[in-house]
């Protein structure tokens, strides 16, 4: 058996995406949004809205492309057929050791630092923890593909109403109404608000990382001409939604300047508005909500280590399919056992910049390659079209370039060792590639419109 059985319906594709986004970032982000635009609330707002309109321009560009190659693997795929297999291969690299893995791994961190609040633990134990949360991961998802999406589903929605119920009771009884109105404008708009802007668009984006992932499983989606654009739509307004209702319940409930001091802004709302002991309950929140993201990545990312694997491009072992489970159960173990080395090594800010900037480079690559698709094949008959082409990718490949070279100016400048990681682990990958290609003869496929499935 080496091909993946079609399996994930539209509920599960768009609770996948939900789930996979939202982890820990809405409820721990949101003060150094505020602070980093100088705590303007319809600024921050906007970076929040304005991150959430990217990610639907890259949403409904994915839709088109997951719809016009349902294959394993789903960006990397994209990019092998548009731009040759060794950008393609660096994205995979990239993917198995800082993308997926550093996400993995900081939602793991997450997981155990959040529940520390509610049972005290030195750090030696947390660390424990996260290692044991990624290996929990990895049983479910190697014992079958149908078992983690039925987990995803569950996980998700109890986050999704949580954060519904916890919005609603902080904006009847939250009482800092005036204060949100009076910081509401900046005091001035110059170069300073722009830079701190784009800093903020950093959490913002991680608060929103994810629903990219959910293009690994198309190999494995019912129908996914139909459900993919469908999916990735209804998915992605969804989560605007959400955050936006999330933050302007921490206004009422703290005010700017609350919300802007807080570290852990859902549980100093809850604390402030309700009871402390109501605010326990949220970290219980967060842990269902940082586990189901985690899972998500583990149900969907090493589809990208089997696609590479399946064209010689990584470990052959990868490629296979377990004869009983029917999932890629090696790429599982293999991105998993990974992911736990990076939450043993690092913190959670050390990985979220690292996370963030490594991938907007190869979503960006992803996204363009729907013109090569269209000039390859103009007169294709498609189940789906893109809104607005070519400015919806364009727009989306603007902004996301725009974000790469803000984060490589300001860190280089701050912190420069988190970025040249980043960029370096992708350097590796050169070599690494004219490795593996020595080995095996890989050619970019033909692109052809596949029959609905």
């Known amino acids: 058996m080496t091909q993946l059985a079609r399996v994930l319906n539209l509920k599960d594709l ?58 394993a693997g789903g960006l990397y795929v994209y990019i092998r057929d548009a731009f040759g297999p060794m950008p393609a291969f660096l994205f995979g690299w990239a993917m198995f050791f800082a993308i997926s893995s550093g996400a993995i791994a ?68 939250g009482g800092e109404y005036a204060s949100t109105g009076a910081s509401l404008w900046p005091a001035a708009v110059n170069g300073a608000l722009a830079s701190g802007f784009g800093l903020a668009m950093i959490s913002v984006l991680w608060a929103y990382e994810g629903w990219q992932y959910c293009t690994f499983s198309a190999g494995e989606i019912i129908n996914p001409q139909r459900n993919f654009p469908r999916a990735l739509f209804v998915g992605t307004t969804a989560l605007i939604v959400i955050y936006l209702l999330a933050n302007v319940a921490y206004l009422a409930a703290l005010g700017p300047a609350g919300v802007a001091q807080s570290t852990s802004v859902a549980a100093a709302s809850l604390s402030a508005v309700i009871n402390p002991r109501v605010a326990q309950l949220i970290a ?22 089997y696609a590479m694997a399946t064209d010689g491009l990584f470990f052959k072992r990868l490629a296979d399919v377990h004869p009983r489970f029917g999932t890629p159960a090696t790429a599982i173990i293999a991105g998993s056992l990974w992911a736990a080395v990076l939450a043993v090594a690092g913190t959670f800010s050390e990985l979220l910049t690292f996370v963030v900037f490594s991938g907007w480079i190869f979503y960006a690559l992803a996204a ?24 919806t990718p364009l727009l989306f490949i603007i902004a996301a370039a725009v974000l790469v070279i803000n984060t490589l100016i300001t860190q280089m400048s701050s912190d420069p060792r988190r970025t040249t990681y980043a960029l370096g682990i992708i350097g590796l990958g050169v070599p690494a590639y004219f490795i593996w290609r020595a080995r095996s003869k890989v050619g970019i496929e033909p692109i052809e419109t596949p029959e609905a499935s």
């Open 106 to 173: 900081t939602l793991a961190v997450a997981f155990s630092t959040t529940l520390a609040q509610v049972i005290p633990m030195p750090p030696a134990i947390e660390k424990i923890i996260s290692v044991a949360v990624i290996l929990v991961l990895m049983t479910i998802n190697v014992i079958g593909t149908r078992t983690s999406a039925d987990v995803q589903n569950w996980t998700t929605a109890i986050k999704v109403v949580g954060i519904l119920m916890m919005s609603v009771a902080l904006l009847l009884f």
């Open 14 to 71: 768009t609770l996948l995406i939900v789930g996979s986004v939202i982890g820990s970032g809405i409820f721990l982000v949101p003060g150094r949004v505020l602070t980093g635009v100088g705590g303007s609330v319809a600024v921050a707002l906007l970076v929040w809205l304005v991150g959430g309109l990217l990610s639907l321009l890259g949403a409904l560009t994915y839709g088109e492309l997951s719809a016009a190659r349902p294959q």
């Open 368 to 391: 363009a390659s729907i013109f090569v698709y269209r000039k390859r094949q103009p007169a294709a008959a498609r189940s789906y079209n893109v809104p607005g082409y070519p400015f």
């Open 284 to 305: 219980i929140v967060i842990c269902i909500s940082v586990f189901s993201a985690a899972n998500s990545n583990v149900l969907t990312a090493p589809r990208v280590y």
